[in-house]
Structures are given as C-alpha cells and as structure tokens.
C-alpha cells in the first residue's frame, strides 16, 4: 500500500538537507541582493521542516555562503575567472561574478571589518530569517487526525 505525506503522522525534516538546499539556492539565486537570500532560507527552511531548524539550516547555510564569498575574494584574482567565457561563452555569468569580485575586493581593501560584517549579517541573518519563514510554512509535525 503506497504511504504518503498524509498517512505519515510524523514526517521529519533534515538541518543537513536544508542548509544543502540553503546552499545551493544561495548560489542560484544570490545575485538578487535581499530578496534572493530571503527566498534561499525559505527554501531552507522548507527542508528542514520547522521553525527552529529552519532557521539553523538556513543560517549555516547562509554563513557557509558568505565565508567562502570572502575568501574567494582574497585570494582568487578577477582575471582568473577569464576562462568563463572562453570556454562556456557565458558573458553574463562572468560579467556577474567578475562585478561581484571586484566590489567585494574593492570593499575589503578600504574597510576590510566593516565589509566582512555586513556580508555575514546579509547572507547569515537574513537568510535566517528566511528559514524561519520557510520553517513556519512547513512544520515538523503533521496537524492531520489519525
């Protein structure tokens, strides 16, 4: 007999599927400066089924986002990502990466604290807050009677 969301009393939710969905949607649709993020942790926060891990896998997943934003930024130079268009012919991926890079660059070489602060609080905080969103769609635990 096949089982589905509404004989299953209790489906469960996964914090490491949600910050891998997290992830995924932040490089997708991280472009979009707030709504993009926000929308990231909505899909995290569907994943992981509930408020409070949405909100954590969302977070983390934003977090890890946003460490390897800054990193990328100091050491990998703009010019090496020129094999992009060369081989993909994808002018507008590297036209949004290479801006990206550069004003993240650009940004950490006048106020290194201040840039890494906001970049962690847009991409950490606000795609918490988005799991939470996404999490109190989607509750853990099925409201249906047996």
Avoid: C
Wanted: proline share 4%; aromatic share 10%.
């Amino acid at each position: 007999m096949p089982t589905s969301y509404l004989l299953n009393p209790k489906p469960k939710g996964s914090i490491y599927f949600g910050i891998l969905s997290t992830f995924l949607s932040m490089i997708i649709l991280g472009s979009i400066p707030f709504m993009g993020w926000l929308m990231s942790g909505v899909l995290g926060g569907l994943a992981a089924k509930g408020k409070g891990r949405g909100f954590i896998a969302a977070f983390l997943g934003g977090l890890i986002v946003s460490i390897a934003l800054i990193e990328i930024s100091h050491y990998i130079l703009v010019s090496s990502l020129s094999f992009i268009p060369n081989n993909f012919g994808n002018f507008s991926l590297y036209t949004k990466l290479t801006d990206t890079m550069q004003y993240t660059n650009n940004s950490l070489n006048t106020n290194e604290v201040q840039t890494i602060s906001a970049i962690l609080i847009d991409g950490a905080v606000v795609t918490g807050i988005g799991g939470l969103i996404g999490g109190s769609i989607l509750p853990n635990e099925n409201t249906f009677e047996n």
